[in-house]
């Protein structure tokens, strides 16, 4: 018995040392933002930006004094967001504008009306999305998972394309993720998931997309003499709400990735927009 006990010991050290390891090393790779970058002047939207990443980047953007407009599917989200970022950063010119990105129609009627008001737009940054959606359709015929994280966001950014140009130099980061690697490639042929549906290849899918389509808009204006720097960006490791919609039978893989975002230390969201605010800043 007092053998079985100094294993069982023996096991919880190593087990400790091994967290205390990974935490050190998380804590190394954590993206941190030091920039001193002034954006007085600038306008910038952010997508999704009333929780979690977009939050704490549009809150960013207030504290250097840019227009901030936060594009929000919910208006009374996007509102409360807007008098906290207000309440924190003295900075009151940043509105919330309604935009679901899984309707073709909110993303047309979002971008006439940027493209009617704003005499200027600096910094996109396409960072909605949603992971773990069960199979469901929009009126227009689009899977909502796919249409959110990439379909909105390649119409959006096509539509203020002129007004990022009229600006520039200006800037277009497009949060995707490490995920696409395991993306098994894009099926053209299901694209509104008119074959089949998987939770995980949809998501890993939409986010190969994010980066494809990043690269080829690059491709595009290579030469033209447009200065717009265009990145696709994986944030890291994050603690937002994109697998509040996990399925029932998935909500283990929920509750691991959280053990890992606090081992991270990150349960401030405002950490994890390191790794965007890199890029969006950087010179």
């Known amino acids: 018995m007092e053998m079985f006990w100094q294993i069982v010991v023996a096991v919880f050290i190593v087990l ?10 998380l804590d190394s790779i954590k993206g941190k933002c030091t920039s001193s970058t002034d954006l007085s002047g600038k306008v910038a939207i952010v997508t999704g930006a009333n929780t979690g990443i977009g939050y704490f980047t549009a809150l960013d953007f207030a504290r250097r004094n840019a227009r901030v407009i936060l594009a929000c599917r919910d208006l ?4 409360e967001a807007v008098e906290k970022i207000r309440g ?4 009151t010119d940043n509105v919330v504008i309604k935009l679901d990105l899984s309707l073709m129609k909110s993303v047309r009627e979002f971008a006439e009306q940027i493209n009617k008001q704003e005499a200027r737009l ?20 689009f899977e909502v998972m ?37 993306s098994k490639g894009i099926d053209f042929d ?13 998501y890993f899918s939409s986010k190969l997309a994010n980066i494809l389509f990043t690269r080829e808009l690059a491709r595009k204006l290579e030469g033209t003499g447009v200065q717009m720097t265009l990145c696709a960006v994986h944030p890291g490791l994050v603690q937002t709400q994109l697998l ?13 990735i959280t053990y890992f975002w606090k081992l991270h230390s990150a349960a401030s969201d405002c950490r994890g927009g390191g790794s965007d605010l890199n890029i969006l800043l950087s010179e």
């Open 122 to 141: 600096d910094i996109l940054v396409n960072n909605a999305g949603m992971a773990g959606l069960p199979l469901t359709k929009t009126d227009e015929g």
């Open 244 to 256: 509040r919609h996990l399925p029932l039978h998935l909500k283990v893989l929920e509750v691991i």
């Open 16 to 25: 400790l040392s091994a967290l205390a390891i990974l935490k050190v090393y």
């Open 190 to 202: 299901n694209l509104k998931a008119e074959k089949s549906y998987s939770i995980t290849d949809t």
């Open 76 to 79: 009374v989200k996007g509102q």
């Open 88 to 91: 924190q950063t003295g900075n």
């Open 146 to 182: 796919y249409a959110t994280n990439h379909f909105g966001h390649f119409l959006l950014t096509n539509l203020l394309l002129g007004l990022l140009k009229k600006s520039q130099p200006s800037r277009i980061v497009n949060v995707s993720s490490m995920a696409h690697r395991w």
